[in-house]
């Protein structure tokens, strides 16, 4: 009864009411697009990047990450992952060049100057990865059908229907930012994530019945699965929200005849401040060997390039932990700032007890989220590489994707963020929150994923 007057609740918010239909709308478009296939692609054509997808783990990947756009040759098969690959970029520029530093000072004008580098860079990423697609698609469709040829025009004016594409589902996520519910880019991942559960849930389904191939276990291995599932979930969600709390202590004032302050309060430091941006981080790091090779390469690779796309190799999953790992490091220490807070304290006449303010304070604080940033980190690291395990121990390729990694993280990530936002709509208009206890906490990082 109380989700039936929830939702409800919610209804009644004409404002949130909104945002949720064009959400929905918005959304919708993107899945419509996901199936408008590039001009010139034949059923047989898809039937051979079909073939190729199962077999390769990293192509697999990368349609997931598409909702299934990427295995459909549609105009959207590039999906968002060039966007985000452009504001790694940006970011990483803003630690090493003073001139885009001096952008990220000067509030909107900067944020909008960078925001148009990220998209003029997105567009670059798109016009080498574009071609690159497409000789991959024309490679395999000669490997299955032998008559496929793309000339030079062709894959010129495809590349751009791509570039558009991708652009285009860019705007898609603004338009969730600014109209909808949560972040437009998270939401767009999330929902292409979520359209591949029901038939890799499916899939593994059928595959553990009586009779049919790899039916090791029966359905009670596949019962044991969901326990498991359901167990690394609930790990994630404690990732997500883990804090430690720091007790700060605020002298009192007196200002005319009124005492001000002189209560104790607390800053909650995440154990994992970073939130999912390492995993995506590494992520794209770990897409340039594929991507440089123009997403070719035949079974009989060797090397570098084998190493490094196969996502169930020691090495791959390997350098991704480490990835993982410095990426926690970096992204949390340009998004928790010990000396600005330890400032900010000081501007309010608060302490942290036993602490001197300023120096000392900055310090403590920095070595408090040294501490807990290392096993939130490692955590982390665990959690990305578990679908690897997973695909080890006989769990389907499709499956295995959601018992960690990637796409967990993000799921779980964004899922809070949504209901955290719905819930701050309801309590600010004097109605319940979702929960009846406590409040829903989501990444408090700033990410833009």
Not at 54 to 83: C, E, T, V, W
Not at 141 to 162: D, E, K, N, Q, R
Not at 341 to 361: C, H, L, S
């Amino acid at each position: 009864m109380r989700f039936i007057q929830t939702i409800r609740n919610i209804w009644t918010i004409d404002e949130l009411r909104k945002r949720i239909l064009v959400t929905l709308l918005l959304v919708l478009v993107y899945r419509l697009g996901c199936y408008v296939v590039l001009p010139g692609i034949s059923p047989e054509d898809l039937d051979a990047l079909s073939k190729f997808t199962n077999k390769s783990g990293l192509m697999q990947l990368l349609d997931m990450f598409s909702g299934g756009a990427f295995s459909q040759a549609s105009i959207f098969a590039l999906g968002i992952m060039p966007y985000i690959t452009a504001s790694i970029v940006i970011q990483l520029l803003g630690m090493v060049l003073p001139s885009f530093q001096k952008m990220q000072r000067e509030g909107e004008s900067g944020r909008q100057k960078l925001s148009q580098y990220t998209r003029y860079l997105t567009v670059l990423i798109l016009l080498l990865q574009g071609p690159a697609y497409l000789v991959n698609l024309q490679v395999q469709v000669s490997a299955a059908t032998g008559s496929a040829h793309m000339g030079f025009w062709t894959i010129a004016y495809l590349t751009v229907i791509l570039a558009a594409g991708s652009m285009f589902i860019m705007w898609l996520g603004e338009r969730i930012t600014d109209r909808g519910i949560g972040n437009g880019i998270s939401f767009i991942i999330l929902v292409g994530i979520i359209a591949r559960l029901p038939g890799a849930l499916f899939y593994e389904f059928t595959s553990r019945l009586p009779g049919s191939t790899g039916s090791q276990g029966g359905l009670i291995m596949f019962v044991v699965e969901i326990i498991l599932l359901f167990a690394v979930t609930v790990g994630a969600v404690l990732l997500v929200q883990g804090t430690r709390k720091v007790p700060v202590q605020y002298a009192k004032r007196i200002v005319g005849n009124r005492q001000y302050g002189g209560a104790r309060q607390y800053i909650p430091l995440k154990v994992n401040a970073a939130g999912v941006m390492p995993i995506i981080f590494a992520q794209a790091i770990m897409f340039i060997p594929i991507t440089l090779a123009g997403f070719g390469g035949s079974e009989g690779s060797s090397g570098f390039y084998a190493a490094f796309s196969d996502i169930n190799g020691f090495w791959y999953n390997l350098v991704y932990f480490i990835l993982i790992v410095a990426f926690t490091y970096f992204y949390t220490a340009i998004t928790v700032r010990p000396t600005q807070m330890a400032e900010d304290m000081k501007r309010n006449n608060g302490f942290i007890p036993g602490v001197k303010p300023g120096k000392k304070t900055a310090e403590y604080l920095d070595s408090i989220m040294s501490r807990i940033t290392l096993p939130g980190s490692l955590f982390l690291g665990v959690v990305a590489i578990l679908p690897a395990f997973a695909r080890f121990f006989g769990i389907s390729q499709n499956f295995a994707q959601f018992f960690g990694g990637t796409s967990l993280l993000i799921l779980v990530g964004v899922v809070l963020d949504t209901l955290q936002q719905i819930e701050s709509h309801l309590m600010m208009h004097h109605y319940d929150g979702l929960m009846k206890e406590g409040k829903i906490k989501g990444r408090t990082t700033g990410a833009g994923y």
